[in-house]
């Protein structure tokens, strides 16, 4: 991977560098002291420099990257009023649909397949002017949580090379984290916006369920599926989303509601903010102690801040691994057994020795066994037993109706309040390869951000500071459905008031 020729910038880094916000980009872009062809050149320069140490971005094009750029600044030439994101570069998370290249999902039964369409939220990014960067890396169909499950191999966290950064939108925010991106798209089946934000000390948002549409989405799970954003700042996730949610009818779940202008809204401050605090969430017992420490003083922040301070317990939160590890499954089982080598992506001849199978029963098997990774079919299999005859009722029944209980917990308790807040994770990033051969352990990883997707609202990780060896933690704020308004306000509201300054690991500072 390599740019096909040199990039130049002719600012000096003081001046201008991949640290600043997507805000601070356009601002510089409207008053002419910036063209975006240069800032196009100047992240894929970032990109050849620096992507190898953490391989977070997949698959790159620049020429026409800079040929879009190009037209951005032909048509600010000419007085034209443009969008909200024009000549903004953004990365996207390689498990949505893109014409140009290929869409793989990190997965061997994928390697090659080539979209004939844009997924919507590709589109609503292209009219919106956005400079698409190239594709990110993820765990294979986005089931992990540390983007070790890649056909492209491990990503890498920023801050510390020997370190996961997440799962499984890993590769969008390791790519905003180092600065080779100043935003990027990902999706979120149980926390795969979040915990990658924490982990590498960025901003990230799950909208609600159908805030955004899912066409083009590759599916995992289809009720608990949800594509989001990264950033440097809760700002910039503001103008990002506003340019991404909205209807489309070719999503059945895509919800019909008007779009806030979030960028503008969150300007305002929150008045008699309420902020619930998980009580079950902050006394577990596997809470890492420095994020404990962490949590505790934004909570103080927010109370010196006049916020209302309330306790609220999820009593059904216990709950939400297992219900999770069922559902996930189940609809994994179901949208992956469309992948059987007979209609597009890779197929595995039948085995010649096989005598107690059909040619094409023989060809299926193989198909899936080698083009799906060890944890795809871990989960394929879970989902298959628990819905099979026999079992439906006692598992995959049963779960719905828990998730049902873990939404009226949350509808009681924005009754009370108007966010809640806790840890994202339940603790810094961990080393790669320390999980891997454990997957309950790895699992258990995603124990505060499942219920967001079980209940179907939007939910935030924002940064709040570092362990004493220099690693991200990451705080959470939900809110209830369809309330992103206040969930960023929230959020936006917090960086302000602490004098909050984007971070860049000292290894990716330089240009």
């Known amino acids: 991977m390599g740019l096909s020729r040199a990039a130049t910038f002719p600012y000096s880094l003081n001046m201008f560098d991949s640290r600043l916000s997507l805000q601070t980009l356009r601002e510089s872009i409207a008053n002419r002291s910036i063209s975006c062809r240069e800032i196009a050149e100047f992240f894929w320069a970032r990109i050849e420099k620096h992507n190898a140490a953490i391989n977070a971005i997949v698959a790159i094009d620049p020429e026409i990257a800079i040929e879009s750029a190009k037209d951005i600044d032909r048509r600010l030439a000419n007085g034209e009023a443009l969008p909200a994101l024009a000549g903004l570069p953004i990365s996207i998370k390689d498990i949505l649909c893109t014409r140009q290249g290929t869409t793989t999902c990190g997965s061997k ?18 009219d919106s002017g956005a400079i698409v ?27 510390d090379n020997s370190r996961t950064c997440g799962g499984s939108s890993g590769g969008s925010a390791a790519a905003v984290a180092a600065g080779l991106s100043p935003a990027s798209i990902g999706t979120d089946t149980g926390g795969s916006i979040r915990q990658p934000a924490s982990f590498c000390g960025v901003c990230g948002i799950k ?20 594509a989001g954003a990264f950033a440097h700042t809760v700002e910039d996730l503001a103008l990002v989303l506003t340019s991404i949610a909205g209807h489309d009818p070719r999503d059945s779940t895509c919800l019909p509601d008007p779009v806030p202008n979030y960028a503008e809204e969150i300007r305002q401050a929150p008045k008699n903010l309420r902020i619930g605090v998980v009580r079950e969430h902050l006394e577990d017992n596997g809470l890492d102690n420095e994020l404990r420490e962490a949590l505790h003083a934004s909570i103080e922040t927010y109370k010196r801040l006049g916020a209302s301070i309330v306790d ?28 059987d080598g007979a209609h597009y992506g890779f197929r595995a001849e039948p085995d ?9 029963e023989s060809m299926y098997e193989n198909t899936r066994s080698q083009g799906f990774g060890a944890e795809v079919r871990r989960r394929i299999l879970l989902g298959t037993y628990a819905l099979s005859a026999g079992y439906y009722d006692a598992y995959y029944l049963k779960a719905l109706k828990v998730r049902r209980l873990i939404r009226k917990d949350y509808d009681a308790a924005f009754e009370k309040v108007d966010v809640l807040l806790g840890p994202t994770t339940p603790r810094p990033a961990f080393r790669l390869g320390e999980k891997i051969n454990d997957p309950v352990q790895l699992y258990l990883e995603d124990l505060f951000t499942v219920g967001a997707n079980l209940a179907g609202i939007p939910a935030l990780s924002i940064p709040i500071g570092q362990t004493r060896s220099g690693l991200p933690l990451g705080m959470q704020l939900q809110a209830p459905p369809l309330r992103e308004s206040t969930l960023l306000a929230a959020g936006h509201w917090y960086q302000q008031q602490t004098g909050y300054v984007p971070s860049i690991p000292p290894a990716f500072a330089a240009s």
Not at 319 to 329: H, K, M
Not at 352 to 360: D, F, G, R
């Open 312 to 339: 609220i317990s999820l009593p059904h939160s216990k709950y939400c691994i297992p219900t999770y590890y069922i559902i996930a499954p189940c609809e994994a089982s179901s949208n992956l057994s469309r992948y």
């Open 133 to 159: 960067m190239g594709k990110t890396n993820l765990d294979e169909f986005a089931m992990g949580g540390s983007t070790e499950n890649s056909i492209f191999g491990p990503s890498r966290n920023p801050w």
């Open 109 to 126: 039964m994928l390697a090659k397949y080539q979209s004939p369409f844009d997924a919507h939220l590709v589109i609503r990014l292209y």
């Open 207 to 226: 909208p609600t369920y159908g805030r955004v549409s899912r066409y083009g989405l590759i599916a995992y799970g289809s009720s608990l599926d949800v």
């Open 352 to 360: 010649p020795k096989t005598t107690s199978a059909s040619p094409l």
